[in-house]
């Protein structure tokens, strides 16, 4: 249910917003059960011009579950910041002029996670249907240089601490991808560091 549409909604979302899925990023989308997986060994890199620098908090991880039936459940819902975390074993940046930012849950923040894993766990026991979803999002950064004519991002997943790095999304220029309006508001979000 819930992997189900995290594949369909990663689907959706890294197509419009990023470019391109790889059969790779596909498959270990469906693999990936977000109940299941630890929230601290979850690992994300994202790959970003060289004059923008990510720090933590401008990214966040959702997960939610909604009932079919409002008055048989309660939703649940969380959003997390995610940060900013240095990793020898990071991906390279598929050209020399990005930077790949490994991004990962605080401790204490993974802890909320998982207690929301454990409501939506608890709600599939008593068998409540509903639709479920997890999601990444880049909601901020600063520039430290000028800004950047493109912005092409690529992405990367790691569902174990040990695991390979799976490659997500290709590397695509949202500014082309993103409709004007969030291209423009992406741009508007980039102020000096």
């Known amino acids: 249910m819930?992997?189900?549409?995290?594949?369909a909604a990663l689907s959706s979302v890294l197509l419009?917003?990023?470019g391109s899925v790889t059969p790779a990023g596909l498959m270990a989308a469906a693999r990936l059960d977000p109940l299941e997986t630890p929230p601290a060994a979850l690992a994300v890199a994202v790959s970003v011009p060289q004059g923008v620098r990510l720090q933590d908090g401008d990214a966040v991880l959702r997960l939610a579950f909604q009932p079919e039936d409002p008055a048989q459940a309660e939703a649940?819902?969380?959003e997390v910041p995610?940060?900013?975390r240095a990793d020898p074993s990071a991906p390279e940046a598929t050209v020399s002029d990005d930077l790949v930012y490994v991004l990962q849950l605080n401790a204490r923040d993974a802890a909320r996670m998982a207690d929301a894993q454990r409501q939506i766990i608890a709600l599939r026991a008593a068998e409540v249907a509903g639709q479920g979803s997890l999601g990444i999002e880049v909601t901020g950064g600063c520039l430290i240089s000028t800004m950047p004519d493109t912005f092409p991002v690529a992405t990367w997943l790691r569902p174990k601490p040990a695991g390979d790095w799976v490659p997500l999304t290709r590397r695509s220029d949202l500014l082309n991808v993103l409709p004007a309006a969030e291209a423009n508001a992406l741009l508007g979000r980039l102020e000096r560091c």
């Open 2 to 7: 819930i992997k189900a549409t995290l594949l």
């Open 16 to 18: 419009s917003a990023c």
């Open 76 to 78: 649940v819902g969380i």
């Open 82 to 84: 995610l940060s900013v």
